[in-house]
């Protein structure tokens, strides 16, 4: 039998963290790191990428930059064979990248609505399904989907971001439906106000900050660091029977009106 902390150990696993050249990605990479994982990062922007691998690396972790766009379905069946054939198998995917467009409804136009979907939806199944088709005849795998406090509720001038949140909660519940019984474990974790550069305009707001300060409990913004325990637990052995679990890392803030 495993003692308590070896449950969380990520000790000779590899986990693939989409969107982690910044922000919470890469602050979930460096935590499953940190617990054992060798982990690949993420993002379009090589340079970026490669800046945040060397950073990581800095840190004791075993890691590799795979740059590819998680809107391309031909990019991640390129990126997932890779990975595959030349690391080894990927049993830990995070399906993190994502991204936000502040307008208002009425004159939010579509194309960036069909950015919005494409970037934090079509990605979660088109790279779940390349990763879940290695890992399901493996009968192990671990996928853990970032959702919102948005996946529940709405704010101004971002109803498609709340949508498609919405439907990445829901897709995380589909696939465990679908692919618990081949011995997957897919989750979420949904973030509430965290300070990243996907909020810098948020954050530069004073006005917003102090409604994120008195409509969060906690009073307060996380750091990205603070999801690390989460993706930690939900990558690992002490999570073995959470399936289709969405866990709030919100400070409260869904818990109150
Ligand atoms: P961020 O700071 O803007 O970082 C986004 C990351 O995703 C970057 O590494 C970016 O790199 C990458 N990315 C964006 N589009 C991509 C694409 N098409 N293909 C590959 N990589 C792509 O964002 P964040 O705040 O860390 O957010 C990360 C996730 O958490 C998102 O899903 C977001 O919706 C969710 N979330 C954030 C918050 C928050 O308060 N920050 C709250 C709830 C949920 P490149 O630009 O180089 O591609």
Redesign the pocket.
């Known amino acids: 039998m495993l003692d308590s902390l070896s449950l969380f150990s990520l000790a000779g696993k590899r986990a693939l963290v ?8 890469y602050a979930i990479a460096a935590a499953l790191a940190s617990a054992g994982a060798s982990v690949i990062i ?4 090589q340079e ?2 490669g800046a945040a691998a060397a950073k990581l690396a800095d840190t004791g972790a075993t890691v590799r930059a795979l740059a590819f ?3 391309s379905a031909d990019s991640i069946g390129e990126a997932v064979d890779w990975a595959e054939t030349e690391l080894g198998p990927i049993d830990i995917l995070v399906n ?5 467009h502040r307008v208002p409804l009425e004159d939010f136009p579509l194309d960036r609505f069909e950015q919005v979907m494409s ?2 939806v079509t990605s979660v199944f088109m790279v779940g399904q390349a990763v879940a088709r290695r890992m399901i005849p493996r009968c192990t795998g671990k996928i853990i989907n ?1 959702c ?1 406090v948005m996946s529940n509720v709405a704010r101004p001038s971002i109803a498609p971001y709340a949508a498609s949140k919405a439907a990445v909660a829901n897709l995380t519940r589909g696939m465990a439906t679908d692919w618990a019984k081949h011995g997957l474990n897919i989750n979420g974790i949904a ?1 509430g ?2 300070r ?4 810098e305009a948020l954050l530069q707001n004073a006005e917003f900050n102090s409604w994120v300060e008195r409509r969060t409990p906690m009073g307060r913004w996380a750091e ?1 660091a603070e999801l690390g325990g989460a993706a930690i637990f939900l990558a690992s052995e002490a999570a073995s029977f959470v399936n289709g679990h969405i866990l709030y890392v919100d400070g409260a803030f869904t818990a109150t009106v």
């Open positions: 989409t969107g982690s050249s910044r922000g919470i990605g993420n993002g379009r922007d970026a990428l766009d998680v809107t993190n990248a994502g991204m936000q970037t934090n970032i919102s973030p106000y965290i990243t550069e996907l909020n990205p």
